[in-house]
């Protein structure tokens, strides 16, 4: 079965890549609702977050933290969402969402000034960022 996250972002890794360790490639995506968005991948084909060992799932989520750490010293957001979904993409992968209170605070990506943007809204592609911004931001979060 073809699976989208395993052949373009594990296998070609397509995509601004900003951590990687032996259980998950973390990228920044394009659509950066909020500075910072980025998507966890786990390298495994899985779908269910209830499969894994707990051996499995407590390495798992030590890897997404790490990541989430990253952003957060990179950006010191607010807040930071973790969203496990897999209702488009059925493999596992995190969106970690660095939430903003004040929308005026390095938020060259909001476009209505929606400093709690819906998840619906992270999938209507008006906050595309261009490769050059993501690889400006994938060099400051790995200084972290
Ligand atoms: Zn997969």
């Known amino acids: 079965m073809y699976c989208e996250i395993c052949e373009k972002r594990v296998k070609n890794r397509e995509g601004v890549v900003i951590y990687e360790d032996d259980l998950v490639i973390a990228m920044l995506r394009p659509k950066q609702v909020t500075k910072g968005k980025t998507s966890v991948y786990y390298k495994k084909h899985a779908v269910k977050f209830s499969e894994l060992s707990d051996e499995e799932r407590n390495a798992l989520m030590n890897s997404v ?66 490769k050059e911004e993501l690889e400006k931001l994938a060099e400051e979060i790995k200084k972290n």
């Open 65 to 130: 933290v790490k990541v989430a750490k990253m952003l957060e010293k990179t950006f010191k957001p607010d807040h930071m969402n973790y969203a496990l979904m897999g209702n488009y993409w059925p493999h596992l992968h995190w969106h970690l969402i660095p939430r903003y209170k004040d929308k005026n605070k390095d938020n060259f990506f909001f476009k209505d000034g929606l400093e709690y943007p819906i998840l619906g809204r992270m999938i209507q592609g008006k906050f595309d960022a261009s």
